[in-house]
């Protein structure tokens, strides 16, 4: 019974900061990202700006052979809390799993566009935030935070395959430039889409 209750007890530290849907056990990934928050929370300056929070699921994505990147998605309305501590927390976090690049996402739902055959006609508009268009926007958002995009170009391909180019501003090159390749292989991954990136003044 002791060692029951050990491994339960144990079970329920790592995923403390996790919260999945249907009480789902969580991943080898998820459990590490979440007792890399709790050791974050227990021992370090952003101890009590990390109470409260949690996240929603983990998942590796492979950029190259020697590289991968750990997806993390947030809730959507911790979001704006997340985002104050998102540069010194990443560092930590990243510090922590090796130097694999961490990437938070806020989970947005995409609502399909109703038809006249759709089962649930409803009265109400699809709210704009919930297109397709506007939630692919706003991963290329969440990815580059708290660098900022200034601009973007289609690029139409003679096969008729479409390559997106994202301005960044300069001043985030500093930052940001060992992981544009993150960034590009993170968003084809999520939405199939071809992405590459340039710095403006």
């Given at each position: 019974r002791i060692q029951i209750l050990f491994e339960a007890m144990t079970l329920f530290s790592q995923s403390s900061k996790l919260v999945k849907p249907n009480n789902e056990a969580p991943t080898d990934v998820e459990m590490t990202v979440s007792q890399a928050l709790?050791?974050?929370e227990a021992n370090s300056e952003l101890?009590?700006?990390?109470r409260g929070l949690y996240f929603v699921g983990a998942e590796e994505i492979l950029i190259r052979d020697d590289k991968v990147a750990i997806v993390v998605p947030i809730p959507y309305p911790q979001q704006k809390i997340y985002h104050k501590i998102q540069a010194r927390l990443v560092r930590e976090l990243e510090k922590k799993l090796s130097g694999k690049h961490v990437i938070f996402l806020a989970r947005r739902r995409i609502l399909s566009k109703p038809t006249r055959h759709s089962r649930n006609l409803s009265k109400q508009k699809r709210p704009r935030s919930r297109t397709l268009t506007s939630?692919?926007?706003a991963i290329l958002d969440d990815l580059v935070y708290p660098a900022e995009i200034?601009?973007?170009r289609r690029r139409i391909k003679l096969d008729g395959s479409?390559?997106?180019?994202?301005h960044l501003e300069k001043a985030a090159q500093i930052n940001t430039e060992t992981k544009l390749d993150t960034y590009t292989a993170v968003y084809k991954r999520l939405t199939g889409k071809d992405v590459v990136f340039e710095y403006r003044d």
């Open positions: 709790l050791d974050l101890s009590s700006a990390l939630v692919h926007s200034i601009g973007q479409q390559i997106i180019k994202i």
